[in-house]
């Protein structure tokens, strides 16, 4: 492995220490088998994970009588104890505490975040893929819930993921930063966008980061770093690292600011001691970018 990909263990989502089992998906028998010692990540209709009064995520064990219900999502085999894990949505009583998922990032162990972050993102996708988009009709969900077969035509429909690139610009030792109006005061982040149909990664690195801010990136540069998944509700973040040709952003579009940072600058903000500029979150891949970039140029 890379060993620059270190750098990287630190965002959210990324290890949820599970076998998926695939086979197991095809063979309900086995499944129902597995039923009685399964553990289950209870979601509301919200998609937020029903928790104990501490706020940590206690998984519930099904009443032994209970045959696997059929909306039952097949999350994989728990590499440790091997033992099975599924996640459903239930019905929540009022009283009882949930969890957001970027809330469960900063405060559940890290594989249970990113168990969360996969049965989100695929219930998410059930929640919305109700019907055929091809025929219209019904669409009921097999092989443990990962394939849709429509009920009129037969056809397959799979869950979506859809993949976008962030990226760590630099030229001459500073790093490329941005910010939307939309975000908090002061924050900025890595140029960012999703992939479009037709288009490869490094096409979309280089298309991203001159429609936001009219900078140039050599194409040859442009070198995947990680990736994390974001279910927000089904993204790929796909990192990257570039170097531009150079010149002075310009935004007229999705950004309202941009502007090349210093390698002091970025220490700062990542210190939490900039005056004006703050990065984003721990649990995200664009802060692991940033601070792969000041290690790196920091040598
Ligand atoms: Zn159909």
């Known amino acids: ?20 089992a695939d086979p197991l998906r095809h063979d309900s028998a086995a499944l129902a088998a597995l039923w009685p010692c399964a553990r289950v990540l209870r979601l ?18 099904p009443a032994p009588v209970a045959a696997l219900p059929g909306d039952a999502l097949f999350l994989g085999i728990d590499r440790a104890d091997q033992l099975p894990w599924f996640a459903r949505i239930e019905p929540v009583a009022a009283d009882e505490p949930v969890v957001e998922l970027r809330q469960a990032a900063s405060q559940w162990p890290a594989p249970m975040a990113a168990r969360f972050a996969y049965a989100r993102g695929m219930l998410h996708w059930q929640q919305r893929t109700r019907f055929c988009a ?28 859809d993949p976008a ?4 610009v630099e030229h001459e030792g500073q790093l490329l930063l941005g910010r939307q109006a939309s975000w908090p005061a002061g924050r900025h982040s890595l140029i960012a966008g999703f992939v479009e149909p037709g288009e ?13 801010t009219r900078i140039h ?5 442009c070198r995947y770093q990680g990736a994390q998944p974001w279910p927000f509700p089904g993204a790929l973040m796909l990192g990257f690292a570039a170097t531009a040709v150079g010149g002075q952003p310009q935004v007229d579009g999705e950004l309202e600011h941009a502007a090349w940072f210093s390698h002091q600058d970025i220490g700062l903000a990542l210190a939490e001691a900039h005056p004006t500029i703050h990065l984003p979150p721990a649990l995200s891949i664009a802060r692991s970018l940033i601070a792969h970039w000041y290690d790196r140029r920091g040598q």
């Not at 990287?8 to 998926?20: K, Q």
């Not at 490869?200 to 936001?212: F, M, S």
């Open 200 to 212: 490869t990664l490094e096409q979309a690195v280089i298309r991203e980061v001159h429609e936001e």
């Open 44 to 61: 509301d209709s919200q998609l937020r994970a029903v928790v104990g009064a501490d706020g940590q995520w206690q998984p519930q064990r």
């Open 1 to 20: 492995m890379n060993p620059t990909f270190a750098a990287f263990a630190a965002h959210a989502y990324t290890e949820a220490g599970l076998d998926r």
């Open 165 to 168: 690139v962030i990226v760590a």
């Open 134 to 161: 091809g025929c219209g009709q019904a669409l009921a969900y097999e092989r443990a819930g990962f394939v849709a077969r429509c009920q009129g035509c037969g056809s397959e429909h799979y869950p979506r993921v």
């Open 217 to 221: 990136v050599e194409p040859s540069s």
